[in-house]
């Protein structure tokens, strides 16, 4: 795992920022094969006035309606680089990430006058 050098702060940056996952169906285990990604600004009703959801999706192999929510993502200090952090969290209702993929990690900082970015990336999953 890479050190974060000069970051002390990591966050993602308005409603419209894109989470990159591959989601297995929590029911028949099928893994989707493209990429698919969330956003906070998104949201699908769910069958039968049940409320809504990030994204709402039928599984191609078993067809049964499967939803995920995206939960606030989180503003981490950067101390303790070594170790993980959580930065998303998400409501999983028949929808579970299994793969991530950072992209346009990267910004430019005014104090210190020079670009930042993030481009190597060790992430996991953690259910709670």
Excluded at 4 to 18: K, M, P, Q, V
Excluded at 20 to 33: A, D, F, I, P
Excluded at 54 to 61: A, F, G, I, N, S
Aim: charged letters at 35%.
């Amino acid at each position: 795992m890479g050190k974060i050098c000069n970051i002390t702060r990591l966050r993602a940056e308005g409603e419209d920022f894109r989470w990159y996952l591959k989601l297995k169906c929590g029911n028949c285990g099928e893994v989707s094969e493209k990429w698919q990604y969330l956003r906070l600004m998104d949201s699908a009703p769910l069958k039968g006035g049940r409320g809504s959801a990030t994204m709402v999706q039928k599984c191609k192999l078993c067809s049964r309606e499967n939803s995920i929510g995206t939960c606030r993502d989180t503003d981490r200090a950067a101390e303790d680089s070594e170790k993980f952090k959580t930065i998303v969290e998400f409501e999983c209702r028949g929808l579970e990430p299994v793969d991530f993929q950072p992209q346009d990690w990267n910004d430019y900082d005014e104090k210190t006058k020079e670009s930042v970015g993030i481009y190597e990336v060790t992430h996991k999953f953690v259910k709670c």
